[in-house]
């Protein structure tokens, strides 16, 4: 069994395809709601401290969305004509739709990323401009960890941090799969998960983290960050129509999340593992060691051009993954070990039978 809701699927697209365990639908069904609109909650304010004090801030607010989150956030840091430095791979950047410029009037200063996903910290400097009319104003940094399922090193973390400190720039995390940093970093500091993510988001004077990705919540992201900041946001939110009213149901899924989902991240990046050894050494395949939850496989040399039939292959036999000679297998709640080698299975007969 891989899924219940559809036990022959093994969905290795994202984790974001889970679905709510029956104890999170009973704590969704047992949440005492209000109109939050009128900060009148009591799950959407419960939920909003649990995590504001998990991470260590003043305040938070729940969001719909991780791009929601993030955009109220650049936008509660920045004015129009300011301009944040972030990586050119970065979801905010890329995968955003552009929304703090097309919204914001923030004009994004993107800057390559080194291999294990950082961004140079001579990089950074070089991008922060002077105080001149000729430039917009460098406001804000902003990093995403894991990026591309990588862990970003905590020293690195805390220098990047620093130096925008220094600077007189803001910083903001995109921690999406922040708990999933955590989880990777507790690994090997043999340290506690939970605390490893307020290590982490203590870094930033704002952190967005999303419910809805390996945490296993239907819906939902938290932005936090001081009470101004948080304020600030908050009037971006109802202006992009993120004011929601009886969001109590949706927000007992994130608060099950926290408290039930954190600690089995680590299975996840677990059967990632299992999933990279079981495809070492399958000709035609570059499989990068993964960090976190997520593994990618490279097609490499006469293998590409098999891309489209080994997906279609894979998908025949209700394997789903994304990518074309990019390979991504993201592991989630919904997969277990039985799925993880059933894909790897598939693989391995899909190359042998077609050289
Ligand atoms: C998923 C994700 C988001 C937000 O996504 P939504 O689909 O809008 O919730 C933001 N940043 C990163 C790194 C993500 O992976």
Redesign the pocket.
Known sequence: MTNEHQPNVVDLRSD?VTQPTPAMRAAMMAAPLGDDVFADDPSVNALQEKIAALLGFEAALFMP????S?LCAIMAHCQRGDEYIVGQLA??YR?EGGGAAVLGSVQPQPIAHQPDGTLALADIEAAIKPDDAHFARSRLLTL?NT?GGKLLPFDYVQAATALAKERGLNRHL?G??LFNAATAQAAKTGGDVYLEARRIAQCFDSV?V?F??GLGAPVG?ALCGSRELIARAHRVRKMAGGGMRQAGVLAAAASYALDHHVLRLADDHALAQRMAIGLAGIDGLAVEAPQSNIVFVDLVGAARSQSAALLASLAKQGIRATGLYRLRFVAHLDVDAEGVDRAVAAIRQFFASTR
């Open positions: 974001t969305t991780g791009t929601q993030n979801h905010t995968w995403e990026i995109d999406a799969r967005s999303c809805s990705k992201s």
